[in-house]
């Protein structure tokens, strides 16, 4: 455990929805904090107004609380906090580590365009370093031209700083020109934002992705220059696809709004996210989350990127899934299925909600084993409530068998289930064998096509429970219904 007093912040940028590489970085700060006793800060960076999107705060804020990411300071906005940053940035005009621009956006158009065609990178050439603008001045005429605040980087030299992961980074200063920290609209940059929370804050670890660390040498540069301490930066590692290229929704990768409509645990999520780019340190897979916390570490997060592999959280969520009661496992089922079937759910004239209510308790014991999704429940459940099974004919006969064997083999079902009183799964199995052997068939070749009449599938639960849970009545009209197909 580390011995200081841990804080730390999820500072996303409410532009758009929350990836997985932030919700990755979101749970990373979160375990942190609860593995040392310490704090979670959620501070929302909204100081880009013309990219600010309420609906995307708002998911965030959701996301965070359907992963039972609990916070507990914020959410602070950077949007509320404009004065101290603009007080700040003045600080360091005063201090000649900064100065103000008032180069034009034609000015940087055409610098640019002069760099390409002399092949040079394009970058800022330090021109307004000598314009001595002074505070008067931008005052009488910020609201007439833009002007910016830029960071006075130095002209030569190595800028280091410890990265908790990599160890020892450096960059050469000569590769980073002068950067803006308060723009013309008297919002700062991310780049002065972070630092002045951060430390206002007393933020102790920056656990944020890797794409960060080519921008930490400016952070670092303004932490010299107000002569604050550095926090100890933690730069995770990339999430790849599995054909290793930069992971998109092509990968299977949504946001984590998308994946609780899908079907989604989230204990599932946070398992599975926790391991891309930290290992436990043992060969531990599914772990709650108390088991997750304890374990967690920064010297356990690894250096080289992570893979997400779909199908691995797939089957991630299908243990969650069976690891529930019966009845907490119904609920979320119930909460799927009542949905309109129009919209993926059960609810029709037909199938009513009490209908519901009333069956799906007794039916989750029999899907519970196929759910990889609660979004799943839908298409597994189906046939116990309605009867149109679209059955094709050849489905109904395996193979080395002729239609009137078939035939023949679901009418003596039929027999059989009229002269039944008793009506259970060990029974039925009993009786429904015998039945085979009478009539000279496998079990097999007698159970398969009575599956398809019931279900209209090949894959469904044990057959006699699926028997009984569909009622002797419906079963016997399947059949029916079933040798019908077979006589087209």
Known sequence: MVKENVRVRFAPSPTGNLHIGGVRTAIFNWLFA??????????????????????????????????????????????????????????????????????????????????????????????????????????????KKPIVIRFKVPDGGIKPFIDEVRGKVEFDLKEIDDFVILKSDGMPTYHLAHVVDDHEMKITHVIRGEEWISSTPRHVLIHDALEWDYPKYVHVSLILGKDKSKLSKRHGAESALDYKEKGYLPEAI???????????????????????????????????????????????????????????LSIK???????????????SHTVTSEILDKKILELT???????KKISDSSFLLDYFFYDNLNIEKESLIPKKMEAEQIINGLKSSIDLLNTLEKFDPEFLEEQFRNLAEKLELKAGQLFFPIRISLT?????????????????????????????????
């Open 333 to 347: 089922i119930l909460e799927e299925v009542k949905k309109p079937k129009s919209d993926g759910g059960l609810l």
């Open 456 to 488: 209209g599938r090949k894959e469904s639960p044990p057959l006699f429970d699926t028997m009984c849970a569909i009622g002797k009545e419906n079963s016997i009209n399947r059949l029916y219904s079933a040798i019908s197909i077979l006589k087209t």
């Open 34 to 143: 609860k593995a040392n006793n310490g704090k979670f800060i959620l501070r929302i960076e909204d100081t880009d107004q013309n990219r600010y999107d309420e609906n995307s705060e708002e998911s965030i804020i959701s996301s965070l609380n359907w992963l039972n990411l609990d916070w507990d300071e914020g959410p602070i906005r950077q949007s509320e906090r404009k004065f101290i940053y603009g007080e700040i940035a003045k600080k360091l005009v005063d201090t000649g580590w900064a100065y103000y621009d008032d180069t034009s956006s034609e000015e940087l158009e055409e610098l640019r365009n002069q760099q390409i065609r002399e092949k040079k990178p394009p970058r800022y050439d330090n021109r307004g370093r000598y314009k001595e603008i002074s505070h008067e001045h931008y005052e009488a005429n910020k609201d």
């Open 365 to 371: 014991p029999l899907v519970r084993e196929r759910l």
């Open 270 to 328: 946070l398992n599975f996210l926790a391991l891309l780019g930290w290992s436990p340190g043992d060969n531990s897979e599914i772990m709650d989350v108390k088991e997750i916390i304890n374990k967690f570490s920064i010297d356990r997060i690894l250096g080289h990127p992570a893979v997400f592999d779909p199908e691995k959280l797939e089957w991630m969520n299908g243990s969650y899934i069976r690891n529930l009661g019966d009845k907490e």
